[in-house]
């Protein structure tokens, strides 16, 4: 298996921190928030690797720190301590360590992310063609009518009509935008995307259809996925692996199927057992 | 001589419930080989923890202790009690196939294309996977009209027709059964058993549950017999 | 210094000169990069050309020749008032509206037709100096798009017109790539002007007072307008419905840059040359039974070339 990341003992903390932050929070302690100090530990500890075409689940509850983990990966925040490794066609990148402008360079040339929140991923004022032309543009494609080929084709991969590519993603319902999204992300074959609770808030039939979209996707291209969720479902349709997370730490990991079925923490366990 | 493909020395697996604060054991002292080409049954009253068995070897369940040590096809041998996550993806991916009880699927994806998943994700191409689902489909009885559906609304039979199916398509070194036949009448379990046996003469070694007798003298080499584990019915109580 | 002179030469102190000197610099260094300095408070409104006016009273020269136009007419009023005011605050300095007698050229709007030379700046004034600030409200972001040359946004912007209109509908202030990185905005000079900007003899100097900001085309520089490799740039080409080029209603050149407005007394559409000064050569060449009025105009150039050296 061909890995493309690697990350070893991530850590975040929202606040000034202390010696006593990281000893004196977690799942023993019920809490995130230092009590000597008042940080928030967002994230502490996170190891795992991923591999190429393999979908990672990070599950918790709102506050666990699981969409902090993929935040300071795509560079929306900074970590507070910790490595991640990405592995890129026989380079690889210190991602913790690069300067801004190849943080950017990353971001926009092999990332790919899509956000519970359509507004953070598109931008509104232009068309959902416009929306796909801006990260083919930054890759230097500079090529009219193969941007607009580009972008009905992956359009309809992600089933939005091609007549509607002109139009701005306001016109679109919750589903379709995250469609937009998802094509948006995927206009430059990122080998590496993160779903930060793609399918939260939408209705039943468009998450399924979303979440096949995403499986398809996984299948067609090998893209290595992040998939942060609260919902068990969506973990065990898409994850092969899985961490469970809780007051910023990682309480559980493991394959999918044994992370349900067979649940260690204690936490895990009250989770499954209250899956509807 | 036939090639050992599993070895499992001293296997126990308890589960330990949190919100009671007690340990429930499943299976103890486990100990059995699979041999490559022969089918070894698993034997024992309810709750004696043959499921246990092969859901740990699998490692759906993460075994308590013991060693399970399984030979690769290129020969390695490894311990599937400590791998690591992605080694055992591996192996399910290209080596071990596992026929539980009950159909679980992608949701809907049709009977062929679930059947076929295997064979695409081993890199065989898409159309081929399609071909060689369909023949198996079609060896175990399951109506062509059935083939373009997905098995949501499908009878317990079929639904079990598309799981065996999809077990035996891509021939694994080692397939795990749990009451393969159960659910299926007794024509598609002649079927099932003509597969069996076609795979047992491919080399593939087989670890299976049964609930018939006959089934095990018919199909059964080895048979290995477990017992519930000590006092099952007493919990034994944690320190908190 | 001569004491008498109500203000000192050039209006500006000579710190604020010094600066606006050393930022032209740096702008040439950097070609195409938009340099800040502290703009001055100058004696009309910001909007007016204040950008511009300061680069003027700071680079211009005792003895020197400054031509001052206003979308190509020496004879508007922000033109007339502006030279006013350089040549009360800059006594030696004489005023042309021949272009190429000109050692400086102020201009808003438009760059004359006259090719310029080597011997020769433009200064352009800008009201607003960034193409980016139409898709990113930040400046501190848009200085590190401007750093990592990433103009993406913007050609999506082309994108967009050209999916609605079928062509870039960008008529002024085309945004023009400054020798393979920097983006700028040549200022509300029409697309025709554009690819003169392109390998520039002349020093083209570009001042934004408002926005304090000051950059450069130097001369033999590649200024290339964004466009996309299947939609090559346009520039107006002033064909009527049968195919013709429009020429001068006043002179009768085909080959200049034509204003467009309806003539109260007959209700037409009349055409005319927008380079005042270029019009004017142009008729009294064709009037002198010049055979080729270019070849005149070239002449003339030269011969003030001569002259100066």
């Given at each position: 298996m061909t890995k493309v990341l690697e990350v070893r003992n991530l850590s975040k903390v929202y606040?000034?921190?202390?010696?006593q932050c990281y000893e004196s929070t977690g799942p023993e302690f019920g809490?995130?928030?230092?009590?000597?100090?008042?940080?928030?530990?967002?994230?502490?500890?996170i190891s795992f690797d991923l591999c190429k075409g393999e979908i990672l689940g990070i599950m918790g509850?709102?506050?666990?720190g699981k969409s902090t983990a993929v935040k300071t990966l795509f560079f929306d925040q900074e970590p507070t301590h910790g490595s991640a490794r990405f592995y890129d066609s026989n380079k690889q990148h210190d991602l913790f360590s690069l300067n801004p402008a190849q943080k950017r360079n990353l971001r926009n040339h092999r990332f790919g992310m899509v956000y519970q929140n359509p507004s953070l991923g598109l931008n509104?004022?232009?068309?959902a063609g416009g929306n796909i032309a801006e990260r083919l543009l930054m890759n230097d494609l500079r090529h009219y009518r193969q941007i607009r080929d580009r972008a009905c084709e992956l359009l309809s991969r992600t089933e939005?009509?091609?007549?509607?590519?002109?139009?701005?993603?306001?016109?679109?319902?919750g589903g379709m935008q995250q469609r937009v999204q998802i094509a948006k992300a995927l206009a430059i074959n990122p080998p590496l995307l993160f779903l930060d609770e793609?399918?939260?808030?939408?209705?039943l039939s468009v998450q399924a259809a979303i979440l096949d979209l995403i499986l398809e996707i996984q299948q067609e291209f090998e893209t290595a996925m992040i998939v942060v969720t609260h919902d068990l479902g969506v973990i065990r349709l898409l994850a092969g692996r899985t961490l469970v997370m809780k007051n910023g730490r990682v309480v559980e990991a493991g394959l999918t199927d044994q992370v349900i079925?067979?649940?260690?923490h204690a936490y895990t366990q009250q989770l499954v057992a209250s899956a509807l | 001589m036939k090639e050992t493909v599993l070895k499992i020395e001293n296997f126990s697996k308890s589960f330990e419930m949190h919100d009671q604060g007690k340990l429930i054991p499943s299976s103890s002292n486990v100990n059995l080989s699979v041999v490559a080409g022969k089918l070894t049954a698993l034997v024992g009253?309810?709750?004696?923890g043959k499921s246990t068995v092969l859901k740990s070897i699998y490692r759906t369940y993460l075994p308590s202790t013991g060693r399970l040590l399984y030979t690769t096809r290129t020969s390695n041998t490894i311990d599937l009690a400590l791998a690591d996550d992605h080694r055992i993806l591996g192996l399910r991916d290209n080596e071990i196939g596992f026929v539980t009880q009950f159909l679980r699927a992608l949701p809907r994806q049709s009977s062929e294309n679930i059947v076929a998943a295997p064979l695409i994700r081993k890199g065989v191409d898409k159309s081929s996977a399609i071909e060689a689902a369909r023949k198996m489909l079609q060896n175990l009885d399951l109506?062509?009209?059935?083939?373009?559906?997905?098995?949501?609304?499908?009878s317990g039979g079929e639904k079990q027709r598309v799981n065996l199916a999809r077990g035996f398509v891509?021939?694994?070194?080692l397939l795990l059964l749990d009451e393969?036949?159960?659910?299926?009448d007794e024509e598609t379990a002649e079927r099932v058993i003509t597969q069996i046996n076609t795979l047992k003469n491919r080399g593939t070694a087989i670890l299976a549950i049964f609930h018939s007798p006959q089934l095990i003298k018919r199909l059964g080499d080895i048979t290995v017999e477990l017992r519930p584990?000590?006092?099952?019915?007493t919990l034994v109580q944690r320190r908190h | 210094m001569n004491t008498s002179e109500a203000t000192q030469f050039g209006f500006l102190d000579e710190f604020a000169k010094k600066e606006i000197r050393r930022t032209v610099l740096k702008a040439i260094a950097i070609p195409g990069y938009q340099v800040p300095y502290s703009s001055r408070e100058m004696p009309m409104g910001r909007g007016f050309g204040t950008g511009g006016l300061q680069l003027t009273l700071s680079i211009i020269g005792r003895g020197q020749t400054l031509k001052v136009i206003d979308q190509g007419s020496d004879d508007s009023v922000n033109a007339v008032n502006l030279r006013g005011f350089i040549e009360s605050v800059c006594p030696s300095v004489n005023t042309t509206t021949n272009t190429a007698d000109a050692d400086l050229i102020q201009s808003r709007h438009r760059i004359p037709e006259l090719a310029l030379t080597e011997n020769q700046v433009l200064v352009l004034q800008v009201p607003?100096?960034?193409?980016l600030v139409i898709v990113e409200p930040s400046e501190e972001k848009r200085k590190i798009m401007h750093g990592e040359a990433d103009y993406s946004r913007l050609l999506v912007k082309l994108y967009e017109d050209i999916v609605h209109?079928?062509?870039?509908?960008?008529?002024?202030r085309y945004p023009t790539c400054i020798n393979g990185h920097y983006v700028i905005d040549?200022?509300?000079?029409?697309?025709?002007?554009?690819?003169?900007?392109?390998?520039?003899?002349a020093l083209v100097l570009l001042g934004a007072g408002r926005e304090k900001k000051i950059y450069a085309v130097p001369p033999f520089t590649d200024a290339t307008p964004l466009v996309f490799d299947d939609q090559p740039f346009h520039i107006e080409?002033?064909?009527d419905q049968d195919g013709q080029r429009r020429a001068?209603?006043?002179?009768?050149?085909?080959e200049s840059f034509l204003d467009e407005y309806m003539?109260?007394?007959?209700?037409t559409l009349v055409f005319q040359c927008s380079d005042t000064d270029y019009c004017t050569r142009y008729l009294s060449s064709r009037n002198n039974g010049a055979l080729h009025s270019n070849t005149e105009l070239d002449n003339s150039a030269e011969a003030v070339e001569l002259a100066n050296d």
């Open positions: 606040g000034p921190g202390c010696m809490t995130n928030i230092c009590p000597s100090c008042g940080s928030i530990v967002a994230a502490h500890d509850e709102s506050g666990s509104f004022n232009v068309s939005v009509a091609i007549a509607r590519v002109d139009e701005q993603p306001g016109n679109f319902s793609v399918t939260t808030g939408l209705d079925e067979d649940p260690q | 009253p309810t709750g004696a109506p062509e009209r059935l083939w373009q559906l997905s098995p949501a609304t499908f891509c021939e694994p070194r393969p036949t159960a659910s299926l584990p000590v006092a099952p019915e | 607003y100096p960034d193409p209109f079928d062509e870039v509908t960008i008529s002024h040549p200022s509300p000079i029409p697309r025709y002007d554009v690819p003169k900007l392109d390998q520039s003899k080409n002033f064909i001068c209603q006043q002179c009768g050149s085909t003539d109260a007394e007959t209700q």
